[in-house]
Structures are given as C-alpha cells and as structure tokens.
C-alpha cells in the first residue's frame, strides 16, 4: 500500500473515487474500487485502506474477462 492523502487519489481516479468515498473509510477498513475501462475487456479493483487516520492506496489490478485474448473463439466471429 502506498501512503497518500485523499487529494491526491481523487484527481487520479477522477470519476470512480469521490470525497465521500475515502472520508466514509473508517480505521481498519478496506474498501475495494471496481471500474473498468472503455478500452479494455475487462475490469480492474484497486483496494484504498484507512489506518491510523491515514489513507493507504493499494495497487490496483486488471482482470481480464476472457483467459485467452490472443485465440481465436468460434464466437467471436472470425472463425
């Protein structure tokens, strides 16, 4: 976990994480951060964590919605 103020986590996830949503984060709570990205098959979780009145920003994650991007599949049409 990275230690970081909330304004620096608002502008970076502008859209996905609000105010409210890291000042609602109490001490030795985390809260998982789930969005995707219009360029991406996929989503991502990013986990952000309150300890000792500090905020800690995690690192976030891709996951992908199909194992095996780079095969063709008999149902995505190019077959």
Known sequence: ??????????????????????????NELTRFFIYTDENSWGFYVCPVKREDNQLYLGSEKYYPFEDELNKISFFDGNH
Request: aromatic share 12%; proline share 4%; hydrophobic share 30%.
């Open 1 to 26: 976990y990275e230690d970081l103020d909330a304004e620096k986590v608002i502008p970076r996830f502008r859209y996905i994480i609000s105010q409210h949503d890291t000042d609602t984060i109490t």
